[in-house]
């Protein structure tokens, strides 16, 4: 088995820190539910914006059906009542909400970027089950499967941070440093359809990822319940090429790694994850 860990050189590498501190360690329940709400937080804002940029005549006309902005206002209403129910119970401790970048321009990127906010979830298990019916739904408004494959993929905190991350301008100074650490963000350039076979390029923006003996032996891994799937991931300028191999379908995570095998964990992640769409004709049985 390859297990060689990435090298990331930093060309001009920008991470936001909202958190910047890894130390192996015992991580508190404190830390825990302070992670959940900075990952609500974010959610919330991003509702609450979207609503008040879109009117309800926006999303009719973009195509939604009627009653989708009164079930968005549904899903900001629980965003809200999640970020109140963890800053209670955290008191003093609470992370305030930061300030956000949403790439979001029209009713139509503002849904897909809810597909994606949802894919990421939270860690609570009774708020998880709530963000996986608002998931479902963002999914069926953009008539994508609710529920595409038998299994959610299993990120690490530090997978779902780098996702969260990448939205994140800056943080309150008070809010303390979270023992998680954004991995190098990848970027999907690739459009259109994506399926089994299809050649996507994914950039590594800012900075070079390389293999620890200067070699560029990469290899893409898409995260799935069963563990990675993995495809080599060739170099070239400014990011690497990967086929998406057989066997990952839906919403689906891609982080760039030195293992070829093996689980992908927090040691041997190198960047990412990027978060991929990938429609193959039929259900992929795994
Ligand atoms: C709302 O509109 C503002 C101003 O155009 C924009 O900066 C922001 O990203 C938008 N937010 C969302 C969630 O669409």
Known sequence: MQYRLPLITLAAITLVTASPVVTKRDITDIEILNYALTLEHLEDKFYREGLANYTQADFVAA?????????????????????????????DAAVKECT????????????ALASVLEGVGTTAGSILTVEARHNAYIRAAKAQAPFPSPFDA?????????????????????????????????????????????????????YVLQGADGSSNLYAAFIMVTGGVFAEAIGIDGGFKVVIPEGVNGQVYVVLTGCSEGPITDDNVGAGPAILEITNPYPTVV
Do not use: R
């Open 154 to 206: 299993p990120l690490t905190f530090n997978e779902v941070y780098t996702l969260a991350a990448g939205f994140i301008v800056s943080c309150p100074s008070t809010n303390g440093a979270l023992p998680f650490k954004a991995f190098p963000g990848i970027t999907l350039v690739t459009t259109g359809p994506l399926a089994a076979g299809t050649e996507i390029v994914l950039q590594t923006p800012g």
């Open 63 to 91: 195509g939604f059906a009627d009653p989708f902005y009164a079930n968005l206002k549904e899903i900001s209403y629980d965003e809200t009542t999640h970020v109140g129910f963890l800053t209670k119970a955290l008191g």
């Open 100 to 111: 956000y970048s949403f790439p979001s321009t029209d009713p139509k990127s503002f849904v």
